[in-house]
């Protein structure tokens, strides 16, 4: 089961902000492991979109920004287009477990 | 560009077994640890397995510790994902995928399907 809590949904129209949250706990985000974020277009294997909570791979729009603080991570989406309805999980590692990486449990963005 | 290249899936009854490779090209492979990803139809995606660029390090998830085995040859630039005792749960889609622990995971293969059915 996913150990980070991301909202199932969230939508906007072209050209606005959303954001997605990620909570995780002390034994994962809160003890300053890093976030990742992956987007996944549909039919498609996931692809990595922000690193090391705030670092966005070469080729990955600047609409595009990470987050981190405490327990939580954030990705926002400025300017919306509509290729970016896609699904987005975020990703961590978690030291309770055995020695695993975690995932959120996924948001699906819709751009109105 | 690296690749990662998945085969063995399949349908597979339960009870029954079946083997994953991942071929992987342009990277020094044994410089880098890998993991199983995997996702059922509809969900979201589960970390299954993990093992160290030598091979001499691996974690399992809890559903699957026991039933699957991960390994490498490191002289073939091939992860395996030995699977047993397979059950309905175990059907998802599985991906190979470059990175581990808390590291990002940067490259992604583009999946098999295994289908656990009778």
């Known amino acids: 089961q996913s150990v980070l809590t991301q909202p199932p949904s969230v939508s906007g129209a072209p050209g606005q902000r959303v954001t997605i949250s990620c909570t995780g706990s002390r034994s994962n985000i809160g003890a300053n492991y890093d976030v990742h974020w992956y987007q996944q277009l549909p039919g498609t294997a996931p692809k990595l979109l922000i690193y090391g909570n705030t670092n966005r791979p070469s080729g990955v729009p600047d609409r595009f920004s990470g987050s981190k603080s405490g327990t939580s991570a954030s990705l926002a989406i400025t300017g919306l287009q509509a290729e970016d309805e896609a699904d987005y999980y975020c990703q961590s590692y978690d030291n309770s477990l055995s020695g695993s990486g975690v995932f959120g449990t996924g948001t699906k963005v819709t751009v109105l | 560009e690296v690749q990662l290249l998945e085969s063995g899936g399949g349908l597979v009854q339960p009870g029954g077994s079946l083997r994953l490779s991942c071929a992987a090209s342009r990277f020094t492979f044994s410089d880098y640890a890998m993991t199983w990803v995997r996702q059922a139809p509809g969900k979201g995606l589960e970390w299954v397995s993990d093992i160290s660029g030598s091979g001499g390090s691996t974690n399992y998830a809890d559903s699957v510790k026991g039933r699957f085995t991960i390994s490498r040859d490191n002289s073939r630039n091939t992860l395996y994902l030995q699977m047993n005792s397979l059950r309905a749960e175990d059907t998802a889609v599985y991906y190979c995928?470059?990175?581990?622990?808390?590291?990002?995971?940067?490259?992604w293969g583009q999946g098999t399907l295994v289908t656990v059915s009778s």
């Open positions: 995928v470059r990175g581990w622990r808390s590291y990002p995971f940067d490259y």
